[in-house]
């Protein structure tokens, strides 16, 4: 309403229709510049009244004529800010007070329920253009944001989320800065993180030792970078370790300090254009890669690369991210080349996060610490996709995603937390129809990664006014995240929920496509505790939520050795060779380290005693360990992604059989696959071909199986989950043929198919189970 409207409504006329409504809007709305978004419109709408934060979310008094009341209902959803996510709004009639004004208030902070945090976010396309416009005030300013960028997770220390409550706290603000802050016409408006040269948080360098150098931090990070030296650089989330990606020393140097041998690195470049000079990136992956989360893409990597080929060797993707913060924007510019960006850790390690864990973690890591004076609130480790035909396949769901919620199919009965599993650990908060996922914590084998989940689990549980009254977990007795829950429930006197592994992994992938009844659920990965205590990880799974049978798995194997066997590949080979009745050839193939460790072998496997496994994930291992002649794996899932590697690069389309055997459930025996592998080995087949049969014989054999059950069960969807789906080769085979016999196909969008996606599921067969455990 224009002000001359205003003034042409009488006095009595305003009276008469005056309203007054009490509107509170639930969902993602604080942190994201909705308050200076409700004052805008309020004021344009020519409405009195005022709105604040609370626990739930924002509270909006407004008082006017009921049909401009009516529009500005109208309004706040239409045109919401960007960031914003609502996911009610209820409104109620009050008394009129005569407010013709409208202003923002303190917020409530007695307000009982959850409130939502966002996520954090890249910097904008117009922050990023004042900080390098040289007459802006912000100009080369490293912590530049607005209500649209910037971070929030990382910094809340609580709810609700004012500056006050952040690790902004120490920062006041400027009276420049207050000013923008205070005025609706400011990007600024009320956005609580923004700061300036003369207000904000500053950046320094200190040496490994860290002493404080007197030197400009970024012109003294670039000297050590293009020297071929390692930086630690603060970033959201934790400690980065930097090194000159293009300068093969500078990298074997960081694997050697870091003491990873093999584990492919990220790589941050400083735009798309450089993306695609080192990527052969499509444009479902420049989306991915430009998106407001700024996570990891996995693309393939250009033949000609400039990339040092310690990077990532033996894989032919390369993980590539794009500058989030000011600072990595500013570093960037500075070094002029892509610089590698791996988590500031040792291998196992949390991420660090202050100063103090970078010196003592990192100091003999790192040549100079490049480094803020704004404390980190919640580590957040970068998130990894992919791209599998078009389509987003989340590898790990971290900074930028956490805490933005997903919808459960059903309602919890009762406020649930969901502890995942014991690797990638990531727990979930479920309240009543929503998911809050953590970020990635890493193997919580780790003591460190251990702690620092359950710091987590803490801060959130304050950052969303949360108290369990349940705990759902994995059914393995030994999981750190088990015995958490174990000992919490016992301690509080709060019921369990123990959900079997697999079973998580399909409830995960039916919950992200809401699909409620029974599926067949492909559930393929490393290890799972399975119901009958062995391990289990080739299932294919009939049921939904509330229940589940086994109705077709992989062979049981022997796993030779104990815990050894997962990282000594060659001894799942010689017992496959040995399970499929091949002397001759295991004697012949298998890497062994020594003839007398081979014998050794032979005695356990002929003892029998050794625990058994269905895992895909040590299949691969096995025919890994044939084809690449692996001796021993330097990180999780090696095998795989190298065999992955290799069968995209041939065009074959020959499977290796495996045999079904019909059972009272069906059993995949892979004792042909190995005979066939073997003739292969023996003619020389080149390992391109050999991978892809590997990969062709196991999605056939399971789409057959898939087919079968649904002659049995008249089910025809099909969810594929776990680990061994974030193999694209083998995920598309799946797809494509499932979709070709008919069936309906889901696949993980929004969680890992990995044990990250773990809580997800808990706590959608939580919901199934209503309040009891
Ligand atoms: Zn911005
Ligand atoms: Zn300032
Ligand atoms: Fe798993």
Redesign the pocket.
Known sequence: MTAELRRSITPDLRKATQVRKSILVRGRVQGVGFRPFVYELAVTSGLGGHVQNGGPGVYIEVEGPSELIARFEEGLRRKAPPLSDISEISSRDVAVRGDTTFSIRDSLLEAPGAPEIPPDTATCDICLEELFRQEDRRFGHPFITCTSCGPRLSIAEDTPYDRIRTTMRDFPLCSSCAEEYASPQSRRFHAEPIACRSCGPELRVLDSHGVLLARPPIEAARAVLVEGGIVAVRGLGGFHLACDATNERAVSLLRARKLRDAKPFAVMVADKDEAARVGAVTDAEVHELSDRAAPIVLVPRRGETLLAPSVAPGVSTIGLLLPYTPLHHLLLRAVGRPLVMTSGNRSGEPIATTEEEAIQRLGDVVDLILSHDRPIAVPCEDGVRRVVDGVRLPVRRSRGESPAPIALPRELAVKTLAVG?Q?KAVFGLGLVARAVLGPHFGDLDDLCSDQAWRRGVVSFERLFRFHPERLVHDLHPDYSSTQYALERAQEEGIALLAVQ??HA?MAACMAEHGLDGDVIGV?F????YGLDGTAW?GEVLVGGYDSFRRAAHLAPMPLLGGDSAAVEPWRAAAAQLWRAGLENAAERWVRAPSAPALRALRALYDGGRSPSTTSVGRLFDATGALILGMKRLSYEGQSGCELESLADRAREDEGYPMEVVDDDRFVIDPAPLFRALVDDLARGTPREALARRVHRGIASTTIEVCARIRQRTGLSRVTLS??VFCNSVLTKMMVDGLKWMGFEVFRHQKVPP??GG?ALGQLAIAAARGGDA
């Not at 990965?525 to 799972?528: A, N």
């Open positions: 599993g690797f592994h697999h992994h559930c990965d490393g290890v799972g990880g776990g680990g990995n044990d773990l």
